[in-house]
């Protein structure tokens, strides 16, 4: 069945709206309705729908037409930046990160080690990568509107969450970001951190390396389109 960048449109923009409720005064009363736990379901149930909503509009809207085209070398130059994105996102998920829900600032002159010092927000950033590789080799509106959503959400998310870490924790979180950077290895190049290999693991850089490799290879299969030359 096709479908229309209308429609599209519409599904990113519900999906958006979606995301921000952890920010607003909506969350407070829904909380108070359903109780944290109830909320944390609710919520959970409405992200996925949203997610399933969008992914679905964006495999049946027709072609759109293009706004650029890309010289083939970008190709490559998206390969690097997902495998990037994987390096961060399991670093990220592997390690604790104050940022994360739930988490602080450790205590101590060191308050960010790992992947922490080349992001704060490994998971985000890696979203942020990959919506900016995909449309480096994908120059139609509709490629823009949905890898470009999820672009913006997460770095958004970044900056939501930084805002609500510092009002939670001002001193813990003025050591922390004061260590750390949004852009990878930002920090590290002004001097305010360092890179300390040892602490990223091999076996996270493998299975990174492992996981990019096996996406390559079933990306015809999930998402109908051959990204290797």
Do not use: C
Request: aromatic share 12%.
């Amino acid at each position: 069945m096709t479908g229309t960048t209308a429609h599209l449109i519409l599904a990113m923009a519900v999906f958006l709206v979606i995301h921000v409720v952890p920010s607003s005064a909506l969350r407070g009363r829904l909380v108070a309705m359903m109780g944290q736990g109830g909320y944390l379901a609710f919520y959970s149930i409405l992200s996925l729908v949203g997610i399933v909503w969008v992914v679905m509009a964006f495999n049946a809207a027709a072609f759109s037409g293009l706004l650029w085209y890309q010289p083939y070398v970008m190709n490559h130059v998206a390969a690097l930046l997902i495998l990037l994105g994987f390096i961060l996102f399991i670093g990220g998920q592997t390690q604790p990160n104050p940022a994360s829900v739930g988490q602080s600032v450790a205590a101590g002159d060191d308050p960010a080690r790992g992947f922490m010092r080349i992001t704060r927000h490994p998971f985000l950033v890696s979203v942020v990568l990959w919506g900016t590789a995909h449309m480096l080799v994908r120059g139609d509106y509709n490629a823009l509107i949905f890898f470009g959503g999820f672009l913006v959400l997460a770095a958004a998310g970044t900056l939501l969450i930084d805002a609500k870490r510092r009002k939670a924790d001002p001193d813990g979180w003025a050591r922390y970001s004061a260590v750390t950077s949004i852009v990878p290895f930002l920090a590290i190049l002004q001097g305010r951190n360092r890179l300390v290999v040892r602490e990223l693991g091999w076996w996270r850089l493998l299975l990174a390396v492992v996981v990019f490799i096996g996406f390559l290879h079933l990306h015809p299969i999930i998402m109908g389109v051959d990204p290797l030359p």
